[in-house]
């Protein structure tokens, strides 16, 4: 855990902690779906934006079968962002960053698309396999102000250098979930309790 910033509680210092990193997640947008890195502190979730590496329509497919398609993209760490002041994220306007105590629901869902004739080869290859692609996503509802609320919505894609290893030895199905289980979990620790948690 890295302290990142420090606020003051009447007389003493308390240090901010960076507590995870949830290392890619595809936010979606009619023009561009967006990728995050999400750094997670005791305090708040700061939406790292992640350069551009994919045309739009791999974004879009990746958001349907769960994983990325490109492997040579290395997964961001906390160590990749220990230099990078908390302040500076903030800052940034391609940034998104939600207060912990402003948070008013978190839902993890999974979603089956529709099938459609230019998806055939993706049926098949599920077909084969034995598996479904089974996609987590997020929505996260947060308060902007007093009498206005903001909700994000954020698919668990998580990058091929991330699943390619672990598929030697699990079952999609079981990675994906995984991986948007610890997300959930990292959530739980850090909103408040009056936060209402979904999962289904």
């Known amino acids: 855990m890295t302290l990142i910033s420090q606020v003051k509680q009447g007389s003493e210092t308390v240090p901010e902690r960076r507590l995870a990193l949830v290392h890619r997640v595809i936010v979606p947008d009619k023009e561009y779906p967006k990728e995050y890195a999400i750094l997670v502190t005791d305090r708040r979730s700061v939406f790292i934006r992640q350069r551009k590496t994919r045309r739009s329509f ?59 004739r230019r998806d055939f080869f993706l049926w098949l290859v599920m077909r084969r396999q034995g598996e479904v692609f089974q996609v987590y996503d997020f929505e996260m509802k947060y308060r902007l102000g007093p009498h206005q609320d903001a909700t994000v919505k954020f698919y668990m894609v998580p990058l091929g250098a991330y699943f390619k290893p672990r598929r030697q030895t699990q079952s999609r199905e079981t990675i994906l979930r995984e991986y948007a289980a610890d997300a959930l979990e990292i959530f739980q620790k850090v909103l408040p309790p009056d936060c209402i948690f979904v999962a289904g």
């Open 58 to 116: 791999v974004l879009r497919y990746e958001m349907r079968i769960g994983t990325a398609l490109v492997t040579d993209v290395t997964p961001k760490t906390l160590e990749d962002y220990a230099q990078t002041s908390l302040e500076s994220l903030i800052a940034d306007d391609v940034n998104l960053t939600v207060p912990h105590d402003a948070v008013i629901s978190i839902a993890m869902r999974t979603e089956e698309h529709e099938r459609r």
